[in-house]
């Protein structure tokens, strides 16, 4: 083969675009104080903050721009940096807003968290806003479908799964691996990652495993860490569930 075909043939190869779908935490924004939305976050990254440690995020700020005093999107983002959150995308912005969020590199081209069914909206109770401005719910006709999923394989570290429904996995998720589920999660093997079921608020979803030795469960939004857990519990089969707020982890 010639010099110039095996070099035409590597230029070819070299990249490719491809379109995929995303699964990424949504922060919506209900405040225009900068310093209510630090209070708020500082709260969450607290009660799990290797969960949010450098996490990608979706900024949402359709619900904060009805007021005269829209929030400084240049000082939000420094703010998530300062606490290694990573913003790639802004929507819903002004065009103040959109300006500065291009001034430091982050797309205002980020579709929106109520129209993305695989985002995952980790913190829409930031500040809550006025009756009269509260976001309109989804409707049931345009909820997504239930997808229930199925993992024959382990789950790696540094992988992440998101499933629209229930999530079943027949082997183990190691540790630094994330599993998400907007419905229940099943581990027939040892769970030594972060699983998080219920991820759009579902408070009946449980987590079940073979093996718990998980970094992080959680169930709609509430979080327990391994530092939180009852070590009598672990290397032990149990269930995971919501009661009266707060996490309940019982030996099967």
């Not at 930031?126 to 009756?131: A, E, F, M, N």
């Not at 009946?204 to 519990?233: H, P």
């Amino acid at each position: 083969m010639s010099t110039d075909n095996t070099s035409s043939n590597y230029e070819k190869s070299a990249l490719e675009f491809k379109s995929t779908s995303l699964n990424v935490p949504v922060l919506v924004i209900f405040s225009s104080e900068l310093h209510q939305v630090e209070l708020a976050l500082n709260e969450k990254i607290a009660k799990a903050p290797d969960f949010f440690k450098n996490s990608p995020l979706l900024i949402d700020l359709q619900y904060c721009n009805t007021s005269e005093n829209a929030i400084n999107a240049a000082e939000l983002i420094d703010y998530l940096h300062q606490n290694k959150l990573l913003p790639i995308g802004v929507s819903g912005g002004n065009d103040e807003q959109n300006k500065q969020s291009l001034s430091l590199n982050i797309s205002t081209r980020a579709i929106r968290s109520t129209n993305t069914a695989s985002a995952q909206t980790i913190s829409t109770d930031i500040v809550k806003k006025d009756d009269d401005q509260a976001p309109v719910p989804v409707t049931e006709a345009s909820a997504a479908p239930v997808e229930n999923m199925l993992i024959s394989q382990p789950v790696r570290s540094g992988q992440r799964v998101y499933a629209k429904g229930d999530l079943t996995i027949l082997s183990h998720v190691s540790a630094g691996a994330e599993i998400m589920a907007e419905g229940s999660i099943h581990i027939y093997g040892a769970l030594r990652g972060r699983a998080l079921a219920g991820v759009q608020g579902d408070i009946e979803s449980r987590i079940y495993c073979s093996d718990l030795q998980a970094e992080l469960v959680s169930i709609a939004g509430q979080y327990k860490t391994s530092e939180d857990m009852n070590t009598e519990q672990f290397q032990h089969p149990v269930q995971i569930l919501l009661k009266e707020q707060s996490l309940i982890i019982k030996k099967l």
